[in-house]
């Protein structure tokens, strides 16, 4: 074997092992994502059965009822809602301090058979001004805000739609 030839070799058995660790690693990358969506977003196309993903909008106003689970867990149930869709969603565990109707939410978690939606972790805003940027995208999508005419309009004056329309709730 010429010196040539090994070196070929040697530079393809690198490439195939560089390019097997790549495949492996996006693998297992695209297991792991959790993506961002909007209850209109949901509505428009529903994600895979069983998969996670983080569900962001705002806390409708009146929507909040606080239960105790049978194993004696704080449980929590509330609305999410970007303005034409909403979704009915079920926590078990203590809700951030910062949580508040009318308040921007982002939960993550995945579908029930009902069309609701189970949060694991519940994530709140940081003050009165902060909004996660992509409850920030959802509501510019919609149509509900134009961040060139100041702050976002409260949730309750997004709720135009007929209560038949709303996914889960």
């Known amino acids: 074997m010429t010196r040539k030839r090994r070196r070929l070799m040697i530079l393809g058995l690198c490439a195939l092992g560089i390019g097997t660790a790549t495949a492996l690693t996006l693998t297992a990358f ?8 909007s209850p209109s ?42 303005g034409p869709h909403t979704i009915t969603v079920t926590y078990a565990g203590v809700l951030p301090d910062l949580f508040r109707e009318g308040q921007g939410v982002v939960a993550l978690g995945r579908l029930t058979p009902d069309g609701g939606f189970r ?17 920030a995208d959802a509501l510019r999508r919609s149509g509900h805000w134009n961040p060139s005419q100041g ?12 209560r038949s329309t709303r996914a889960g709730g």
Not at 30 to 37: C, I, K, S
Not at 122 to 131: F, G, I, N, P, S
């Open 119 to 135: 949060a694991s972790e519940v994530l709140a805003r940081h003050d009165e001004t902060y909004m996660p940027p992509e409850v």
């Open 30 to 37: 695209q297991d792991n994502l959790v993506f961002f969506r």
């Open 41 to 82: 977003d949901i509505a428009r196309e529903a994600p895979r059965d069983g998969r996670a993903f983080r569900l962001g909008g705002l806390v409708e106003a009146g929507s909040l009822t606080r239960e105790t689970a049978a194993d004696g867990r704080p449980a929590a149930r509330f609305r999410v809602t970007d």
């Open 151 to 162: 702050a976002a309009p409260p949730a309750a004056t997004w709720n135009t739609a007929p």
